[in-house]
């Protein structure tokens, strides 16, 4: 099965690499599905930067980037309210590279009378940011955000993602967000087109079970499952489904595409 996957969707965190550190690996995979000829398309729910500051990281660690291989769940936030919703004037509880990347796509960010709130992995995050969306959540207003992630996997440890602020904004208003990143099949359909692939010939990897792998199912392509990041094997054997794949790392993903 594996030596019918001509496209491969790749997660960052957790996959690729850990902090600033590619993983064990990963750069060698990653030119080999290069000099095979395969597509690939990096993809990160990480909003907290754009494609050229991934690109430029994953350049410094010796893997082959441009900023056209990358997408991350902040750019398909900012494409979806584009092209799917009338909604231009938005709060936006995010990072300052964010906000420019929503600007840089056609929406305005505001403070008062928005359309909508969109809340991304914010590390800027303070309280008065937050009373305001919770102001604006409680007044109706239609409510985004850019991923699902609990945590956020660093050399140091996971820290607070956007899905744990989502909770916060949950506990405070009752309201829960249309969230745009993975596992939203809409951004395998936004990479699908990017390399002119079908689901048939294109696999997701990824170390989460919440995000990376339940977006292949709903999308269906093939899952690829890595022990590198947050998902352990005791989650695995807990889970009621299981990735087509499961591998400890992309070293052993490498191996066994090079054997079949």
């Known amino acids: 099965m594996l030596s019918t996957i001509r496209n491969f969707l790749l997660d960052l965190d957790g996959t690729v690499y850990l902090g600033h550190s590619a993983l064990p690996g990963a750069a060698v995979f990653i030119a080999y599905l290069r000099a095979s000829g395969r597509g690939l398309l990096f993809f990160t729910n990480n909003s907290s930067a754009?494609?050229?500051h991934y690109a430029a990281k994953l350049r410094r660690m010796g893997i082959e980037a441009q900023p056209r291989d990358?997408?991350?769940?902040?750019?398909?936030?900012?494409?979806?309210?584009?092209?799917?919703?009338p909604y231009r004037r938005v709060y936006v509880l995010g990072v300052p590279s964010f906000e420019m990347e929503a600007r840089w796509g056609g929406l305005t960010v505001v403070d008062d009378a928005p359309d909508a709130v969109v809340l991304a992995f914010d590390r800027t995050l303070t309280y008065a940011k937050l009373e305001k969306a919770c102001r604006w959540l409680r007044a109706g207003v239609p409510y985004f955000a850019t991923n699902p992630d609990r945590v956020c996997p660093t050399e140091d440890g996971y820290i607070p993602d956007c899905g744990s602020m989502t909770a916060l904004l949950f506990e405070a208003t009752g309201r829960r967000p249309k969230v745009i990143g993975k596992p939203n099949p809409e951004m395998v359909r936004m990479a699908l087109a990017a390399l002119n692939a079908t689901p048939d010939t294109t696999a997701m990897v990824g170390d989460r079970l919440y995000t990376d792998m339940q977006m292949a199912y709903d999308s269906g392509i093939t899952s690829i499952l890595v022990l590198t990041g947050e998902t352990k094997k005791e989650d695995l054997d807990a889970a009621t489904r299981r990735p087509d794949f499961v591998f400890p790392s992309v070293r052993e993903l490498h191996a066994e595409m090079r054997g079949a």
């Open 70 to 85: 990358i997408l991350t769940s902040g750019e398909a936030t900012v494409r979806y309210l584009i092209a799917e919703t």
């Open 50 to 52: 754009d494609a050229n």
